[in-house]
Structures are given as C-alpha cells and as structure tokens.
T-cell receptor
C-alpha cells in the first residue's frame, strides 16, 4: 500500500521569500513517481512537477523544485520567490510501478502575505 | 491548450436520478481516473481505467460505475444519486513518454437534493 503524509495543514510565507512544503511517503513498489499539484480557490488541480524514483537529479520547473531524498522517503516542494498567486492548496501524490493508482496526501494550505 | 475537459462545472440533480459525468482528454493517455474531493477527506479514487473497456475499482466505488468505450472518453455514472454523493468530482489522465504527466479536468461540483 502507498501513503502520503503532509504534516503542515497550513503555511504562511512572505512575498518574494522561498517556502518548503513537506511530503513524506511510504511505498513497497521498487519504482514509483511523485507528483505535486496546486489547487487554487477556483478548484482546478494544476500539475506542477514530477519526480521519478530512479531520476538521478531533483526535478525543477521554473520556480518549483523538488527536494527528493529517497533514503528518507521525502519529496519536499520548494517554491522560490513566492508570489501572491501562489496562495493555494498544495497536494503531494504518489503512483506505483504500473501507474494505475495515484494516492494523494491531505494537502497543505499556503498563504502568501504581501 | 485544453488537455482534460469535463462536461459540466456545476450540476444539480435530485435523489434517485441517474447522473452521467463525462470526461474527455486530448493527450492520447492510457490511464484515466475519477476522484471525488470532500472537505477534510482529500481526494479519494473512485475508479480508474488503463485501457478502452478496462476498469478497476478505486477506494470508494460503491454507488458508482464507469464506462470507457473510447480511449479519450471516461464517464462516471451515478446509478441512483444520493445526497451523500454531493461532492466535487475530478477527472484526470496520466501518460506521457515516461508517465510523468497527470492532468486534471476543471472539476464538476455536483449537488444532489
């Protein structure tokens, strides 16, 4: 079984500062993928970044980077230079070898303060 | 740049009605999913499909069925809607050269009266 834990229900960050959103996971699959999504108040789920378990380098997409520490089973999302539009719920998710199920964590609510 | 579309953003139905939620993707992805999202419960997987006419139950399939007659279309069916099925329903498709893309539709907020 796979599980995602996000221990920060809510986070605040000052505009232009960097913020790290925590995600730890548990899986028995030898190969897996980790996703991060953003969900603004409008409700749509926006795909941000993906990390494969065998990827040698940490994933980056613009201001988003994924701090992947396989031995610790953590996949934290780092947002650099926060913007007011980054205020949203953020979900970490995991999928297994066959990509037939994607399990989501409970989410972290991020508020960016001007 | 549309990737995943859902037939309705908002839907209001009465208890006992049969409800169809349609999802269409234009990415030629194999795997498609239906989730429901409720406050405090997060996203829960209802059903997923890994190919045409293939489906697997997720964590909460009771009261739902699905249909995938074409690769691009995955339908969620509420056979007899009940008030506890009032929720946000999200469709997603996953694929890409290394299965590193999962895109969601805009969601359907269903209210059952």
């Amino acid at each position: 079984a796979q599980k995602i834990t996000q221990t920060q229900p809510g986070m605040f960050v000052q505009e232009k500062e960097a913020v790290t959103l925590d995600c730890t996971y548990d899986t028995s699959d030898p190969s897996y993928g980790l996703f991060w999504y953003k969900q603004p108040s409008s409700g749509e789920m926006i795909f941000l970044i993906y990390q494969g378990s065998y990827d040698q380098q940490n994933a980056t997409e613009g201001r988003y980077s994924l701090n992947f520490q396989k031995a610790r089973k953590s996949a934290n999302l780092v947002i650099s230079a926060s913007q007011l539009g980054d205020s949203a719920m953020y979900f970490c998710a995991i999928t297994g070898t066959s990509y037939d199920k994607v399990i989501f964590g409970p989410g972290t609510s991020l508020s960016v303060i001007p | 740049d549309v990737k995943v579309t859902q037939s309705s953003r908002y839907l209001v139905k009465r208890t006992g009605e049969k409800v169809f939620l349609e999802c269409v993707q234009d990415m030629d992805h194999e795997n498609m999913f239906w989730y429901r999202q409720d406050p405090g419960l997060g996203l829960r997987l209802i059903y997923f499909s890994y190919d045409v006419k293939m489906k697997e139950k997720g964590d909460i399939p009771e009261g739902y069925s699905v249909s995938r007659e074409k690769k691009e279309r995955f339908s969620l069916i509420l056979e007899s809607a009940s008030t506890n099925q009032t929720s946000m329903y999200l469709c997603a498709a996953i694929g890409g050269s290394s299965y590193n893309e999962q895109f969601f539709g805009p969601g359907t907020r269903l209210t059952v009266l």
